[in-house]
């Protein structure tokens, strides 16, 4: 049975909101059996539940209130409490305020993860002080310390991991705790899917440091009798092991900066959607949210669409909707035309009764058809204020072709688009020039700071490209190409990769080097893009080689440590699909990043790195230029994706008239291109 996160967390979250216990149902109980419940919760477990479960459905499960932990609350008593929070020492300091005080009848404490041995004895020594420990109905370790976007896509929500992996001030024990973070995040991954996978990572880097950290974590956890696992070692689970492939971003930096032209990907961009949810500027500068998950069929089946696409189909379902609705109204005898509202239904019982039944389901389709409609405007709006699609054609003809005409470029950073997006431009540009000569770069730098803009971005990419060009020359091995040791905290694949041409090395296929890498892991066959990588097997004996377990593979977990994208799961779905046989690939990463947040995540790490102070510039450079490299040299990679020259339609949506005007974009060909 192909691995499905969203489906396992729910559950677990399902029977966590009845006490620990299987519900009689997936939704419902007995009436006569349910308990009233109180939920409780800190701001990262809200988090949790936001994708998953809708408030209606806390209410089926007898939650009839919830509360954030911070907030002060009155006593409500008789009543059960559920606590589900992060095991931290504000959270258990409130707790044991809460039981003293009496709040609710029972308190049933489920915490994210493992709740630590200090942190337990600290809820324990505070419960006895406070005469409350009756009242401690049972403690639980969940290991739900992730979010489930989607039911292939999960993220550890641990914001800014990238600056703080490369922070050159970063200490050896600040790293080491960011590293066993990300490893307890996977390990409750891992635990909620009920597998214990192959790790595959290149040698180098935070990929090896977490991957290193989460073999020992498994290997520590499975030498218990009645482990986590025990129910999922049966011999289909052992034959049939899922791998996990861990990267870094740096292993394609570009990727996390480009814009993208689908549906998904642009809604990401420019309402910076979060948990599946967006705010938009309607009339009367009145603000709507909408939830863009598996409850909406627009979204599902459209939104790795290309923009202009996603005009075709609005007006295509609003077309079908209003033939549907003229049907309903002929079949009972009302007008044709007339707007379907369930008030004017006439005819024969069996038709009224249809029509009736119908009208929810027309109603509910209506309110997507608006929904999307409403975005689509908004979006063609922000298009051109912002001229997305010259930024995506310039992009892909540097990406695609390794060459840009300057003129355009320089043009384009005077031009339309804000602050985030012009330096993402240029940025792209430095990565994707296999040489960038000085007096271009004097250009580009002058131009973006005649549009005011902060540098510290493009500068850390520059300083570290060329860092990494100057010391190429003295390494013997390709596959020994980073920058700085990792001891220092400045790792990552070589940036060299990305001044490597650029170019698809599949002819014209949609993928990116790490799906390249991925297909390559999950075949197990001899690779040479993929032999160097390392391999940790938890189940197996420290001294074995493991040589068996190199696949093939049906399932894989891809893990991207420093945020991942949209881009991304696209481009494993694919591969996931296109596969002989259809192979199952969750996406996972420390947070999902649109080339905003990312590029200011770069611009942190400028600051930090004094760019700008040329003494601070030659000081880094000097410290710098000859530690020793470690890591794995990736070739790039791409993905292409066609826009269509020219669009026009209209839109009719209750006597209100919309244009959308697609661009000109003159077959311009996008290609997003790897490191």
């Known amino acids: 049975m192909a691995l499905n996160l969203r489906q396992k967390q729910t559950s677990c979250i399902i029977r966590m909101l009845n006490l620990n216990q299987q519900p009689n149902s997936a939704f419902a109980g007995s009436a006569t059996e349910e308990v009233y419940k109180i939920l409780i919760l800190d701001r990262f477990c809200r988090d949790i539940l936001s994708p998953l479960i809708r408030v209606k459905d806390l209410r089926k499960h007898g939650i009839t209130l919830y509360f954030v932990i911070d ?104 790293i080491e705790g960011i590293v066993e973070k990300i490893a307890g995040g996977l390990f409750c991954v891992l635990v909620t899917l009920g597998v214990v996978p192959v790790i595959r990572c290149a040698s180098g880097g935070p990929a ?76 009367k500068s009145q603000v709507k949210s909408y939830e863009l998950d598996d409850s909406d069929p627009f979204w599902v089946s459209n939104s790795w669409s290309p923009f202009e696409k996603i005009a075709l189909e609005i007006d295509s379902q609003l077309n079908k909707y209003k033939q549907d609705v003229e049907e309903v109204n002929r079949r009972t005898g009302g007008q044709k035309g007339a707007e379907f509202d369930g008030t004017d239904l006439i005819g024969n019982t069996k ?21 999307h409609t409403n975005l689509a405007t908004v979006l063609l709006g922000e298009i051109k204020n912002r001229a997305l699609d010259s930024f995506c054609s310039l992009e892909s003809e540097m990406s695609g072709k390794g060459t840009v005409d300057k003129n355009q470029l320089l043009s384009q950073l005077k031009d339309k688009g804000t602050k985030e997006d012009k330096l993402r431009l240029a940025i792209i540009y430095l990565l994707s020039m296999e040489t960038t000569p000085q007096s271009e770069l004097e250009s580009i730098e002058a131009a973006l700071r005649e549009s005011e803009l902060d540098t510290c971005a493009f500068q850390y990419v520059k300083k570290i490209k060329s860092l990494n060009m100057s010391m190429n020359s003295s390494v013997v091995s390709a596959s020994k190409s980073n920058i700085v040791d990792w001891a220092e905290k400045l790792y990552g694949q070589s940036l060299s990769a990305v001044t490597a041409g650029m170019k698809n090395l599949l002819s014209g296929a949609r993928q990116l080097a790490l799906t390249r890498i991925v297909e ?36 894989g977990i891809v893990f991207m440590i420093g945020g991942g994208n949209f881009v991304e799961y696209r481009c494993l779905l694919e591969l996931a699909q296109r596969s002989q046989p259809t192979k199952h690939i969750i996406y996972g990463t420390t947070e999902i990043l649109n080339g905003v947040d990312f590029v200011q995540q770069l611009q942190v790490l400028g600051q930090k790195m004094g760019l700008g102070n040329t003494g601070s ?34 839109l009719s949506v209750q006597n209100k008239h919309c244009s959308l005007i697609f661009g000109n974009s003159h077959s311009n060909q996008r290609t997003w291109c790897s490191t």
């Open 71 to 174: 907030k002060q609350r009155q006593t409500v008593p008789d009543v059960p409490a559920i606590y589900f929070v992060q095991p931290t020492p504000a959270n258990i300091s409130r707790i044991v305020e809460d039981a003293s005080r009496c709040l609710y009848e029972s308190f049933h404490l489920n915490f994210s993860s493992s709740l630590p041995r200090p942190l337990l004895e600290e809820l324990a020594a505070g419960s006895l002080k406070a005469d409350s420990v009756s009242r401690i109905s049972k403690v639980y370790d969940q290991y739900l310390e992730f979010v489930t976007l989607e039911e292939n896509l999960f993220s550890l929500a641990q914001p800014d991991i990238y600056v703080q992996l490369n922070d050159p001030a970063a200490g050896d024990q600040e």
């Open 351 to 371: 038709h009224l009764m249809n029509a009736v039944n119908s009208l929810p389901e027309l109603t509910e389709r209506k309110k997507v058809i608006d929904k």
């Open 208 to 283: 090896q440091m977490v991957a290193a950290a989460l073999d020992t974590r498994l290997r520590d956890h499975l030498v218990t009798k009645n482990n986590l696992f025990s129910e999922s070692g049966n011999l289909i689970s052992s034959f049939q092991r899922p791998v996990l492939c861990l990267f870094d971003r740096n292993f394609e930096l570009a990727v996390a900066l480009q814009h993208d032209w689908s549906y998904r990907s642009l809604v990401h961009d420019v309402f910076d959607m979060k948990l599946n949810r967006i705010s938009v500027q309607g009339e």
């Open 617 to 650: 510039i030659e000081m880094f450079h000097k410290s710098h230029l000859t530690k020793r490299l470690v890591g794995s040299h990736v070739r790039p990679g791409a993905i292409r994706i066609k826009q269509e020259q020219e669009l026009h339609f209209h």
């Open 520 to 555: 390559a892991l999950m075949e197990g066959k001899p690779n040479p893009e993929v032999d160097s990588y390392l391999l940790y097997d938890p189940r197996a004996p420290r001294s074995g080689t493991g040589a068996q377990l190199k696949g093939p593979f049906k399932e």
